[in-house]
Nanobody, 128 residues
Framework: QVQLVESGGGLVQAGGSLRLSCAGS????????MGWFRQAPQAPGAEREF??????????TYYADSVKGRFTISRDAKNTAYLQMNSLKPEDTAVYYC???????????????????WGQGTQVTVSS
């Protein structure tokens, strides 16, 4: 079992930056693909929006067009994944979730159902 805990959310002005952290426990995350998703407040019933993923096999990354060039996913050797968010916009306001999936696929995992483990979410609010 893997437990994930996000942190780093908060209130920021448009154009600002935040770095979200996703601390893993229970298993070493190096053999897991990691992803970041978000749920906007105006779409509570919609599928969580894919943002970024890093592949377990080689660390390659893949981004949604909406955040490409602004967000960066990374991980460290201490079982933590990160999402660096720059040039934030009011439409980035959402609850942000990290997710993990044990390594079995060499594809980039971009759909929520492809992940078995989720954090509890952290709120990011961007003011205009």
């Amino acid at each position: 079992q893997v437990q994930l805990v996000e942190s780093g959310g908060g209130l920021v002005q448009a154009g600002g930056s935040l770095r979200l952290s996703c601390a893993g426990s229970g298993r070493t995350l190096s053999s897991y693909s990691m992803g970041w998703f978000r749920q906007a407040p105006q779409a509570p019933g919609a599928e969580r929006e894919f943002l970024a993923t890093t592949r377990w096999s080689d660390g390659s990354t893949y981004y949604a067009d909406s955040v490409k060039g602004r967000f960066t996913i990374s991980r460290d050797a201490k079982n933590t994944a990160y999402l660096q968010m720059n040039s934030l916009k009011p439409e980035d306001t959402a609850v942000y979730y990290c997710a993990a999936q044990g390594g079995y696929s060499d594809n980039f995992l971009t759909r929520p159902y492809e992940y078995d483990y989720w954090g509890q979410g952290t709120q990011v609010t961007v003011s205009s």
